[in-house]
């Protein structure tokens, strides 16, 4: 499956402050598909697969009829929440590898306003006993007791914390879309901000917009005849190693990171590249310590490395050692489940990203950590093939 798909087309509707969208979820993801179709140069008729992830609604039966489908010939929903992002790219080069498809929209839409919060989707009939007993019945306030450990045992200091908010704030002040563009992070912003869940404060925590973006996903032969510089994808494993899943405050010895370190192994196992490659890095952070354990998962830096690594300087385009959510970001831009963290690593191997990395081949990005089950992908240019 190395480099034999690749995504050749993406589409994004502005993003809105939660609940304020003027369309309904249906509206926002046929807007994000049909415009990943007129950016790759596809007929949006001729798209004959649909991929989705967590509590999607906008399936493929209410989309066909719109879009003027021809044959739907392969539809799936990946289990799980935001963990599952990532994992939605294996599942299309799966489908068009057999030949169950040729051209798969993989979309997310969110609009609040006819729909419900998305921390009560996530939550509900999915958030196990030993939490409720106790209280917690939101992502906030479990992650904020995986983040206590990093910090308080593991000692990552909150600098590293502040240094990738700052990060995402900084990148969306280049990016017209990015909800947090007017907003000149200073550590005297961080601190004031309310506290969420401790140790998590407002900023420390992801947006929660409507909205809707779609990635279109053909095969490598396909892609090399389309409008668009296509991003192959080099690998992108999903799942969860053992004492995972509904077991997920057994995991050991990951309970502090993500739970991505098995899925890391494969990745680069995969694609036969390592941390030292990658040029920029999607990271999903629905929490920010969160996104801290995915880079420690990957094998970026080593917990008590996290304080040196995680500066301003190392962490944004052009010239940073790992140049993080170059768009903003779940912090920053914006959140629809994370989906807008696959088109901007695609912006990075085209070279149209308004936070350029000169010359990225490689580009990663991660699924929701420290959900049950995760993902992450690795893009690249041809000739990392």
Known sequence: MRGATAIVGIGQTPYYKRGTAPEPELKLALRAITQAADDAGIDVRDIDGFISYASERSDPAKLMPALGTRECRFASLVWIHGGALAGTLNVAAGAILSGQADIVAIYRSMAEGNSQRLRVAVAQNDTSSQYLVNGLDSPAQILALRAQRLMEHHGVPRSALFATVQASYYHARNNSRALGRATEMTREIYDEARMISE????????????????????????????RQTPAYVLSAPMGTMGGGGALEENWRPYYATAGQKELADRLWRESGYGPKDVDVAQIYMNMDAMGIGSMIDHGFFAMEEAGAFCTLDNLIAPSGRLPINTSGGDLAEGFIHGMGLIPEAVRQIRGTSVNQVPGARLSLVTGGPGDLMSSTALLGSADTL
């Open 199 to 226: 140790p998590y404060r407002l900023f420390d925590c992801s947006r929660e917009n409507d909205g809707a973006a779609c990635v279109l996903v053909v095969s490598a032969e396909r892609a090399r005849d389309l």
